[in-house]
T-cell receptor, first 114, second 115 residues
Framework: AQSVTQLDSQVPVFEEAPVELRCNYS??????LFWYVQYPNQGLQLLLK??????LVKGINGFEAEFNKSQTSFHLRKPSVHISDTAEYFC????????????FGKGTKLTVNP | DADVTQTPRNRITKTGKRIMLECSQT?????MYWYRQDPGLGLRLIYY???????NKGEISDGYSVSRQAQAKFSLSLESAIPNQTALYFC??????????????FGPGTRLTVL
C-alpha cells in the first residue's frame, strides 16, 4: 500500500529549542515529497517540497527538510522554534505509479511551550 | 479575500439528512479535491476532479457524491448522513501540469457533526 509514516503523533518542545519531525516513505510512493502545516482552525499550507536536486530543502518560517534516499526519510527540522510554530505538520508524497494525487501521513502535532 | 472558500464553516445535522458542502475558488485552477480529516488519521481523499468533465473517486468515496458545477465550484454531498461522517472536511485546488499540481491550496475547512 502507498504509505507515508510520521513517526511521532505529538512533539512537545520548549521555545527556542531545536525540533525534528520525522517522516518515512515507502517504496510504493514517489520521491516527490512535501511538508504541509496546519495552524489552529486553518487549512493546510505548503511548507516546503522536494522534487529533485539538492537533498536539503529550505521552506518558509525557517524550516528545512532533508531527503535521504537510503533511509527513505524526509525529516523536517528547525534549529529554534517559536510559540507561533505550534501547529500540526503533515508529510506527504505523490503516489507511485505515475499517480498525481498526494498521499498524506497522519500528522504530527507540534506544541511549543514557553 | 480568500482564494479557496468553503461554506458552511460549521454544520450540525441529524442522521439521515442530506447535506451539501460547497467549495469555491478564485485561483483559476483546474483541479479540485475533497478530503476529510479525522484525529490521528490525517487527510483522506474522498473525490477529486481534474477538470469540469472529470470526476474520480478517492480512497473513501462511499456515502459521498460530488458535483463540479464550474471550474470554480466543487460541491460534496452526503446523501444520508451518518455519525461516523462527523469530521473536518477540506476542499483543495491545484494547477495542472508538473510540478505545479504538487502544491495544493486548501480552504479553511468545514466542521461537520452528525448526531
Amino acid at each position: 500500500a502507498q504509505s507515508v509514516t510520521q513517526l511521532d503523533s505529538q512533539v512537545p518542545v520548549f521555545e527556542e529549542a531545536p525540533v525534528e519531525l520525522r517522516c518515512n516513505y515507502s517504496s510504493s510512493v514517489s520521491v516527490y515529497l512535501f511538508w504541509y502545516v496546519q495552524y489552529p482552525n486553518q487549512g493546510l499550507q505548503l511548507l516546503l517540497k522536494y522534487l529533485s536536486g539538492s537533498t536539503l530543502v529550505k521552506g518558509i518560517n525557517g524550516f528545512e527538510a532533508e531527503f535521504n534516499k537510503s533511509q527513505t526519510s524526509f525529516h523536517l527540522r528547525k534549529p529554534s522554534v517559536h510559540i507561533s510554530d505550534t501547529a500540526e505538520y503533515f508529510c506527504a508524497a505523490l503516489g507511485g505509479g505515475g499517480s498525481e494525487k498526494l498521499v498524506f501521513g497522519k500528522g504530527t502535532k507540534l506544541t511549543v511551550n514557553p | 479575500d480568500a482564494d479557496v472558500t468553503q461554506t458552511p464553516r460549521n454544520r450540525i445535522t441529524k442522521t439521515g439528512k442530506r447535506i451539501m458542502l460547497e467549495c469555491s475558488q478564485t485561483k483559476g485552477h483546474d483541479r479540485m479535491y475533497w478530503y476529510r480529516q479525522d484525529p490521528g488519521l490525517g487527510l483522506r481523499l474522498i473525490y477529486y476532479s481534474f477538470d469540469v468533465k472529470d470526476i474520480n473517486k478517492g480512497e473513501i468515496s462511499d456515502g459521498y457524491s460530488v458535483s463540479r458545477q464550474a471550474q470554480a465550484k466543487f460541491s460534496l454531498s452526503l446523501e444520508s448522513a451518518i455519525p461516523n461522517q462527523t469530521a473536518l472536511y477540506f476542499c483543495a485546488t491545484s494547477d495542472s501540469g508538473f510540478p505545479a499540481y504538487n502544491e495544493q491550496f486548501f480552504g479553511p475547512g468545514t466542521r461537520l457533526t452528525v448526531l
